[in-house]
């Protein structure tokens, strides 16, 4: 398994503080062990007239490399929810956004855990709707390799991992709430 690209155990320190670095080797063990806390973000935006976009990215790290996806990961030790989202949202987009009201780090708009979701782990993964702020967004990261925004109507039909379950859940439930930011 490879971690982010082709980075030493040492790099990974930098993007994960040292107090609260695991290892690559026991971190395979734990994640084989037991059920892993993640965070996935539906990142959405106003696209051309009234339509809804998203934006997907395009991994480029084993498992589902090529495949389009939302970008998520799992809590560090030590680190609470509303800190993980925060964590993805500056590492991996690098422009600000913010959860749709009324979900909040506490209140997820869905709860995934297929312990077949992903190759690597059982998941047990809290899904968040977000409006992005207009800026300027990363364009390749640590396990991406470019972004794209896509018109809910017209996105990518196979997605990496469960990412379009999670999707369809998040858009049907901004919908009945009312809440879908565009029409």
Known sequence: VRFFMKKKAS??????????????????K???????????LVFLRK??????EILLFKR????????WCIIGGRLIKNE???????????????AGAKIISPWNPVNPIGIFDDPKADPQKHAVTL?????VKKGKYNEFGPEFSGIKWFSIKRMPKKLAFIHSKEISHTLKVLKANHKVPFK
């Not at 609470?80 to 949202?89: T, V």
């Not at 899904?127 to 409006?131: D, G, H, K």
């Open 80 to 94: 609470r929810l509303a800190e993980g989202i925060n964590r993805q949202i500056k590492r991996e987009l690098g």
């Open 11 to 28: 790099e990974y320190k930098k993007i994960i503080p040292a107090d609260r670095y695991i290892p690559p080797e026991l971190f395979n």
């Open 60 to 67: 480029r790290i084993y498992p589902e490399i090529g495949k």
């Open 30 to 40: 734990i994640q084989k062990s037991i059920p892993i806390v993640c965070v996935d």
């Open 127 to 131: 899904v968040y709707p977000l409006l």
């Open 47 to 52: 696209g051309e007239g009234t339509d809804t």
